[in-house]
């Protein structure tokens, strides 16, 4: 958050790129943006580590969840506030994806609009990740959601997203111990009839993303955005 409380942000200053800040303008100029979310209690240092097993044909920019966790009982920070029944509160999913929309009017204004966005989120960032393209449908091109579950209630852009039909890629493990069945269940209702999806089990990775995945994550941005299909 900024300095009034009540609006929820991304740290501009925290965002962790693939590129120096000096390339990312001739970057963008000719190469898609990903932008990358972590999980709950988690860091925006904690997804740049798999840059280098994605594709090198796009600039990746890892975002700081805009909420701290400590409230919560726990370090790093939390895209949404306290879940009730059916996971994060519709309000407070709004207003995560107001935050990275507001950061993309921003970082486009400074370094100019990419070719085409797409979304990768784990857990909480997966659920962006999906979040993001019902708010925006025609602004996404293509999103990863790894361990992540879709939001409840309805969202403005689904009749688009349903028309559009772009690519989702879901990976996960079926014995995940943090995604309950609830979420998983309204998740396989929804996406099926709004993405055109890729959806892949990882047994015995738990809540977690495993190499295998990578590979498969790669080989779909790859195809996704168009690029050339080579791996950094």
């Given at each position: 958050?900024?300095?009034?409380?009540?609006?929820?942000?991304?740290?501009?200053?925290?965002?962790?790129?693939?590129?120096?800040?000096?390339?990312?303008?001739?970057?963008?100029?000719?190469?898609?943006?990903?932008?990358?979310?972590?999980?709950?209690?988690?860091?925006?240092?904690?997804?740049?580590?798999?840059?280098?097993?994605?594709?090198?044909?796009?600039?990746?920019?890892?975002?700081?969840?805009?909420?701290?966790?400590?409230?919560?009982?726990m370090g790093g920070?939390?895209?949404?506030?306290?879940?009730?029944?059916?996971?994060?509160?519709?309000?407070?999913?709004?207003?995560?994806?107001?935050?990275?929309?507001?950061?993309?009017d921003r970082a486009?204004?400074?370094?100019?609009?990419?070719?085409?966005?797409?979304?990768?989120?784990?857990?909480?960032?997966?659920?962006?990740?999906?979040?993001?393209?019902?708010?925006?449908?025609?602004?996404?091109?293509?999103?990863?959601?790894?361990?992540?579950?879709?939001?409840?209630?309805?969202?403005?852009?689904?009749?688009?997203?349903?028309?559009?039909?772009?690519?989702?890629?879901?990976?996960?493990?079926?014995?995940?111990?943090?995604?309950?069945?609830?979420?998983?269940?309204?998740?396989?209702?929804?996406?099926?009839?709004?993405?055109?999806?890729?959806?892949?089990?990882?047994?015995?990775?738990?809540?977690?993303?495993?190499?295998?995945?990578?590979?498969?994550?790669?080989?779909?941005?790859?195809?996704?955005?168009?690029?050339?299909?080579?791996?950094?």
């Amino acid at each position: 958050m900024n300095a009034n409380d009540d609006q929820v942000t991304i740290d501009d200053a925290a965002v962790v790129w693939s590129v120096a800040t000096e390339e990312i303008s001739e970057r963008l100029a000719e190469q898609p943006l990903v932008v990358v979310m972590h999980g709950r209690g988690s860091h925006e240092n904690d997804l740049a580590q798999l840059f280098p097993f994605l594709p090198a044909g796009c600039v990746y920019a890892s975002l700081r969840a805009p909420l701290s966790g400590a409230p919560y009982g726990m370090g790093g920070f939390t895209w949404f506030t306290a879940s009730g029944a059916n996971g994060p509160e519709r309000a407070s999913v709004d207003d995560a994806v107001a935050a990275v929309l507001a950061w993309l009017d921003r970082a486009e204004g400074r370094f100019g609009a990419p070719p085409a966005i797409a979304a990768l989120g784990f857990s909480q960032g997966g659920m962006m990740s999906i979040e993001l393209m019902r708010a925006a449908p025609h602004r996404f091109a293509a999103a990863v959601n790894l361990s992540g579950a879709s939001a409840h209630g309805p969202v403005g852009g689904d009749e688009v997203l349903a028309e559009r039909r772009p690519p989702l890629f879901w990976g996960r493990d079926a014995a995940d111990p943090i995604i309950d069945a609830a979420a998983i269940a309204r998740t396989e209702e929804f996406v099926p009839g709004h993405f055109d999806v890729t959806a892949r089990l990882y047994p015995g990775i738990a809540h977690s993303i495993s190499r295998e995945e990578l590979v498969e994550v790669s080989a779909f941005l790859s195809e996704a955005l168009r690029l050339d299909g080579s791996v950094g």
